[in-house]
């Protein structure tokens, strides 16, 4: 009886490891989500909607247990320039991340580059720093559409960049203006 016991004991601990494996592993699965009638983004199944990141944000998710976020803040042009600002996307983009790595402690702004978004100008980069002493990364996509600035923002803790980082980009490239 004994020599059957230790290859099913075996048997149940391999069928439990493997099913966590999936279970953990798991793709994630994606929502389009219409935010202010203004725009459409997909958002990773894992993530729930908050309003605890921002007030500024036209959208927001996360999950607190993951320690990942996605964020979208829209700005109007005609806004902007009422108060003075005519900002292009380039120097947007470094207002929005020069504002961001004083945030952190020391904050470095990562390659960056000009790209399009489902047919947008966009610039997309990275910052990453310590934020109360947690490695932080963010993944940024400023999204410049005839009428609005759109700030675009994923982050994570940084030690589960590597495992997020996919998930994060496919995000980000799903923004669309409606």
Request: glycine residues 6%.
């Amino acid at each position: 009886m004994k020599k059957f016991l230790f290859p099913l004991v075996l048997l149940s601990a391999a069928s439990i490891f493997i099913v966590s494996q999936y279970y953990f592993a798991r793709p994630a699965k994606f929502s389009e989500i219409k935010a202010d009638k203004l725009f459409s983004i997909e958002v990773a199944d894992y993530l729930t909607k908050t309003d605890s990141l921002s007030p500024n944000a036209s959208l927001q998710y996360r999950n607190k247990d993951k320690g990942i976020f996605l964020l979208v803040i829209s700005e109007s042009k005609d806004t902007m320039q009422h108060y003075g600002y005519a900002y292009s996307l380039l120097k947007y983009f470094h207002a929005v991340t020069d504002e961001l790595k004083a945030k952190l402690n020391p904050g470095v702004l990562g390659n960056f580059f000009e790209t399009k978004i489902n047919g947008q100008k966009a610039m997309l980069g990275s910052v990453k720093g310590t934020a109360n002493g947690t490695e932080v990364y963010y993944r940024l996509a400023i999204v410049e559409t005839r009428s609005h600035f759109y700030q675009v923002l994923a982050g994570i803790v940084a030690e589960e960049k590597s495992r997020y980082e996919e998930e994060m980009d496919r995000m980000i490239n799903s923004f669309r203006e409606l």
